[in-house]
């Protein structure tokens, strides 16, 4: 679908779709039923006919550091990798309700998109590279069941100019298993 949904299951939903009508995003959009983790994203890939990216929502041990990680599917998630490439202290997942307070979104549903509801630019944009080099940017629009596809693009030099948070690109330097 290349439309908005008639109705909105959250204010972020909403908020998601009246940002990229009024910046102009064209984007195309499918329903599906619960989708929590990179597996069940498999099947959404092939309708949308581009790779899902995986977002983490992350802190540091006092929770006074927030960042949203944008990273590739298929990459595992190493903190030390992640801490290495920013030169920062530890950090963990962030918890549930944290994420749910100040993104709006629950488990499964981490998206760039929730920094529309980050007014006070508490969380800090990081992207892998290896993202940036996709043409697609597939990921949530807020729910655990709709899922959008956009240049990749659109979501770097429009969408977070917007919203007024300017992402950091890292380059993770994983070990690779030979």
């Not at 939903?13 to 995003?25: C, P």
């Not at 488990?107 to 892998?128: C, I, P, S, Y």
């Amino acid at each position: 679908m290349e439309k908005a949904p008639d109705s909105y299951k959250s204010p972020l939903q909403e908020m998601v779709y009246e940002s990229l009508t009024k910046l102009q995003i064209s984007f195309k959009r499918v329903n599906t039923d619960e989708a929590i983790s990179m597996e069940d994203c498999i099947e959404i890939n092939q309708k949308l006919d581009m790779k899902m990216v995986k977002t983490l929502f992350l802190c540091n041990s006092k929770k006074t550091e927030l960042y949203l990680f944008i990273t590739t599917a298929d990459r595992p998630f190493k903190s030390k990798d992640f801490r290495n490439a920013l030169d920062i202290s530890r950090v963990s997942f962030a918890p549930a309700e944290m994420m749910e307070q100040i993104l709006r979104v629950k488990k499964g549903a981490a998206t760039v998109f929730g920094v529309l509801m980050d007014k006070e630019n508490f969380v800090q944009v990081v992207f892998d590279e290896d993202v940036l080099l996709e043409e697609w940017y597939g990921c949530s629009d807020g729910t655990t069941t709709g899922y959008i596809k956009v240049k990749t693009k659109e979501i770097i030099n429009n969408f977070l100019t917007y919203t007024k948070h300017i992402p950091k690109v890292i380059e993770i330097n994983s070990e690779k298993e030979w």
